[in-house]
T-cell receptor, first 110, second 115 residues
Framework: SQQGEEDPQALSIQEGENATMNCSYK?????LQWYRQNSGRGLVHLIL?????REKHSGRLRVTLDTSKKSSSLLITASRAADTASYFC??????????FGDGTTLTVKP | GAGVSQSPRYKVAKRGQDVALRCDPI?????LFWYQQALGQGPEFLTY????????KSGLPSDRFFAERPEGSVSTLKIQRTQQEDSAVYLC?????????????FGPGTRLTVL
């Protein structure tokens, strides 16, 4: 069973616009990670946010975490066609394994 | 300095055949994970090794699935008597340590198609 659920399932925007994806989860976590997956390829780690952090930035990426609502968001600013991919959130517990949602498919039109 | 590698990248098997999928983690990484990703879904945990010890195999869907990491480096996921529902991408990942704050690095995956 999946721990995280991403919303929306699919998102289509124009190049230059911002893209926001949300993730909700069910149980307590140690941290939450966001990954990108291009079609037919493995997952690329984007950013990790610990359970005691509320916001984190990395380049054009901004991640927030609200543990009281058990939710996280990923914001990609000034999107580019190369950002077209599927984006997954994954929650980690003490066991170290990751539990993924089903992802948001982002399409950035040039 | 290479990343996680997996072989083969693609495997086609007839129903009932046995298959073996290989994972070479990043050198020195203690933790190794196997995930199964069905089309259009997120990866689902299968099993986890710390060095050569298999500490968690709760995600293996049936006793036809078997994983090993005998020397604490390379790992093999074996599926016996493959079924059509085993068709998926099998992803391997490694972490430097067990702690969840370490980045998990994924391989490119093996796409298994069972006919």
């Amino acid at each position: 069973s999946q721990q995280g659920e991403e919303d929306p399932q699919a998102l289509s925007i124009q190049e230059g616009e911002n893209a926001t994806m949300n993730c909700s989860y069910k149980t307590s976590i140690n941290n939450l990670q966001w990954y990108r997956q291009n079609s037919g390829r493995g997952l690329v780690h984007l950013i990790l946010i610990r359970s005691n952090e509320r916001e984190k930035h990395s380049g054009r990426l901004r991640v927030t975490l609200d543990t009281s609502k058990k939710s996280s968001s990923l914001l990609i600013t000034a999107s580019r066609a190369a950002d077209t991919a599927s984006y997954f959130c994954a929650t980690d517990t003490n066991a170290g394994k990751s539990t993924f949602g089903d992802g948001t498919t982002l399409t950035v039109k040039p | 300095g290479a990343g996680v590698s997996q072989s083969p990248r693609y495997k086609v098997a007839k129903r009932g055949q046995d298959v073996a999928l290989r994972c070479d983690p990043i050198s020195g990484h203690v933790s190794l994970f196997w995930y199964q990703q069905a089309l259009g879904q997120g990866p689902e945990f299968l099993t986890y090794f710390q060095n050569e010890a298999q500490l968690d195999k709760s995600g293996l869907p049936s006793d036809r699935f078997f994983a090993e990491r005998p020397e604490g480096s390379v790992s093999t996921l074996k599926i016996q008597r493959t079924q059509q529902e085993d068709s998926a991408v099998y992803l391997c990942a490694s972490r430097y340590r067990r702690v969840s704050t370490d980045t998990q690095y994924f391989g490119p995956g093996t796409r298994l198609t069972v006919l």
